[in-house]
């Protein structure tokens, strides 16, 4: 298509109908002789030469140029695909705008999942963190616990009592009886102190 013809031959629709192009021709400004006669030989294939005149003689001038686009475009895609032919063509272009959203929409979500994580994750790695050393000052703390204990047991093991051996000579049987009543009344003593209630019987040793 063109602009205009400049008089120096026909135009394309006149040079595709063999005839001469006369001053006024209506598709002269749109079709020129080069490109402008395969664009019109679909045009005429699918509207027809008449029905296109009529159809840009009764459009306003300013709009003459968008029909003589859609006729061009539709023409073109009948005669590419004589079933749909701009449907088609428009059906594709539908369902790659519907691929399109998708994949936004998936995109978009997962995104947002990122950044969710991104949020999360540092806040999850302190608190492990800080659970970590939570449990190691606890196991420190059962440890030292343990130890003490361990440390403590050892120090409370009863110690052997110490028992006199007389080295030289026999026992002597009065120190025996001395130390034994001495015993029986320490223990009186104490048991006097602790039930007072209690009685004992005369000893009968002598």
Request: proline share 5%.
């Amino acid at each position: 298509m063109s602009a205009a013809n400049n008089g120096t031959g026909p135009c394309g629709a006149c040079k595709f109908l063999r005839r001469k192009c006369v001053k006024g021709c209506v598709f002269a400004p749109y079709f020129d002789s080069d490109q402008g006669t395969a664009h019109f030989a679909a045009v005429h294939k699918v509207f027809g030469a008449s029905n296109a005149a009529k159809l840009l003689q009764g459009t306003p001038v300013h709009k003459r140029v968008d029909a003589v686009f859609t006729l061009c475009y539709e023409a073109l895609a009948r005669v590419r695909d004589p079933v749909y032919g701009c449907a088609g063509h428009i059906f594709t272009l539908q369902q790659q705008v519907v691929n399109l959203q998708a994949e936004l929409a998936y995109i978009q979500a997962r995104l947002s999942t990122l950044q969710c994580l991104s949020l999360v994750l540092p806040q999850s790695q302190a608190e492990c963190r800080s659970t970590t050393t939570f449990h190691s000052a606890s196991e420190l703390g059962s440890d030292l616990a343990c130890s003490s204990d361990t440390s403590m047991n050892v120090f409370d093991l009863p110690q052997p009592q110490q028992t006199s051996i007389e080295l030289a000579g026999s026992p002597n049987p009065f120190n025996r009886v001395t130390e034994d009543e001495d015993l029986q009344a320490l223990a009186r003593e104490f048991v006097s102190q602790c039930h007072p209630g209690v009685r004992f019987r005369p000893s009968t040793s002598g």
